[in-house]
């Protein structure tokens, strides 16, 4: 009790906190000198602790296998050419390759060639695992049985270590692939340790960029909840199918229909 | 010209300019990753050594990107001043660097020598020196620049207010624009970076700005830091006071930032044509960092603090009020850590002084690069040392629509405090007439009914 009145006596508040009702921004702090006080200091730090331990944080492989599994989904374990992450955060080329035990792995078990429509799906850590481990089954949930229902072929599902989103290019090269969906986890804000990304490519291949995409971003509870994410996933999924195309011109298309 | 040493019985050869300049560059992510850097600590100090002795004029000789296919080699060949370059002609770039350092390099000398000086010279004679040198001679340098206030005075320290929000929701970028100027902040500028790059949304955005700058007769300017061709779009019915864009210091790397001189050259004459300055006309505000041109496949082999430092040349052919450097916010794959951030702003800092331009930093990074709060505060206190123009200020230090860490309106009291810096003049009065400040700059208690905290919320 007496610590706590001796903070309240050096500490100058801010008459102005009704204003962080407009904003998640950190305003009306108060200050000790110049400084900002201790309590806040300590909210920073750990906001800053879950991102970094977010970034150093490893897929669940097994637990994510067996869930795929019971989803009835096959599993490959992947991995990219990024050893670890101190590689990973150097060498962004190496986090959009294979490496070769995962090629040879991924040909080993090609189903044979036909001319329907198959989606790959990647799992792919990112720079959250943290997002992969915590939201990727729950979306997936929402979206396999839409896509099941219009008879889409489903591809076995890749789950990628150190793995940049253009990694989900070779992947689905590999797996003669239609269409690839990347889930991965997005670089950590302070109040987003755990945000999930999705990358949607049409014929992806090798050596594609952005513009060659579309992106759903933010998918958490506290962002974009799984079911708006499957909806809007599934749209793009059954759009990009139809018009060919994926990315900018997908883009402008969507604009034109909600126009 | 040849270009090699022998140490040992080992002789190392560099086949031309642009890679000695590679090689001796202190070690960083980004020029692993392009592959130039040296490939032991002995070949970096070996370049360092063939480079101490390469001529200046050398530089006026061999360009790092051909003259013919990039127009901001034929900037810098077209427009550089021999008469400025006369005291410094006949230095090597060693020579350079001890020269810089003596005392006959006082402020005035440096600045008439500014448009003499290449990018390329620059960022040789930085890769010379250490940190120490490259604070020395940044502080001998005094880049004043003039629109509502008056920036970069001697003594002076300023502060972009950086009042962002995920959804550029007006009464939420205000209430941070309100915070920042009740702690001091926004005599560089009150730039937003909007969420959306729409020529509505600038323009809303822009007023809501102005009219708050009007009603409280703040001496600052307002920006919105929309791409270029956004501006060149509202304009002359928005209330455009600086345009901003980012820049590179190669051609391709400007296209892929869809912009090129003669664009920037428009939009200046666009803005000037407002006339919506009071003390003075530069209506030009540039963002660049190390690494863009990598990022953008558009490096063409020149390591990435030289690039960074040919982004200079195109800044101060526009005569910017603001430039600065987002040092730590392109990622671990460009400056892995507190350290190689640490230098790579010291270097764009005194580069981008000696070039004559007003240097700001964006003392920055993000959460997957190896730093911290700590850094920052070693950052900035070198910064502050060293007579950079402004930082970032930003509620607590976190950007929640750009996602990242920067500085915050605590940090820069934190700065003028410990230092003895004061605001712009003219804004310093200001917060004084608000009862924000007093007369030695410390902060005041504001009550409720502060006038700022009267509008209509």
Known sequence: ?259 | MIYNTTIGNITYNFIDLKTVLAKATPYRSGDALAGLTAESYEERVAAQIVLADIPLQQFLQEVVIPYETDEITRLIIDTHDTQAFAPVAHFTVGELRDWLLSDAADSEMLRYIARGLTPEMVAAVSKLMRNQDLISVARKCEVVTKFRNTLGLKGRFSVRLQPNHATDDIKGIAASMVDGLLYGSGDAVIGINPATDSPAMTTQLLQMMDELRQQFEIPTQTCVLCHITTALSIMPQAPVDLVFQSIGGTEKTNSSFGVNLSILAEAQQAALSLNRGTVGNHVMYFETGQGSSLSASAHAGVDQQTCEARAYAVARQFSPLLVNTVVGFIGPEYLYDGKQITRAALEDHFCGKLMGLPMGVDVCYTNHAEADQDDMDNLLTLLGVAGCNYIMGIPGADDIMLNYQSTSFHDALYLRKVLGLRPAPEFEAWLMRQGIINETGELQKVDKQHKLLQSSW
């Not at chain 1, 992969?132 to 089954?137: F, P, S």
């Not at chain 1, 896509?147 to 989900?168: D, E, F, K, T």
């Open chain 1, 1 to 259: 009790m007496h610590k706590h009145n001796l903070q309240q006596a050096l500490i100058h508040t801010d008459p102005w906190a009704s204003l962080r009702a407009f904003t998640a921004a950190r305003i009306a702090l108060g200050r000790t000198g110049t400084a900002i006080p201790l309590q806040e200091v300590l909210s920073f730090r750990m906001a800053h602790a879950h991102a970094r331990d977010a970034v150093y944080s490893l897929l669940q492989v097994e637990p994510l296998t067996q869930q795929l599994t019971v989803l009835g989904l096959p599993v490959n374990q992947l991995h990219s050419q990024a050893a670890d992450r101190h590689e990973y955060l150097q060498r962004p080329d190496k986090g959009r390759r294979l490496n070769e035990g995962s090629v040879a792995q991924l040909m080993g078990n090609n189903s044979p060639y036909t001319s329907d429509a198959a989606i790959a799906i990647i799992l792919a850590d990112g720079l959250s695992a943290t997002a992969v481990n915590h939201h990727a089954v729950p979306l997936l949930s929402q979206l396999i049985p839409l896509l099941q229902n219009i008879n889409l072929r489903l591809l076995p599902v890749s789950l990628v270590q150190q793995g940049r989103v253009a990694i989900g290019d070779e992947i689905a090269m590999l797996q003669q692939a239609t269409l690839v969906v990347v889930l991965i986890g997005e670089r950590p804000g302070l109040s987003s340790p755990d945000s999930l990304g999705i990358y949607i490519t049409y014929q992806p291949r090798v050596g594609l960029t952005d513009e060659a995409r579309n992106c759903i971003s933010n998918v958490r509870p506290e962002g974009l909840s799984y079911q708006a994410a499957a909806d809007k996933l599934y749209w793009l999924i059954r759009e990009s199918l139809r018009l060919r195309v994926s990315g900018v011109e997908l883009k402008d298309q969507e604009g034109l229909l909600n126009g």
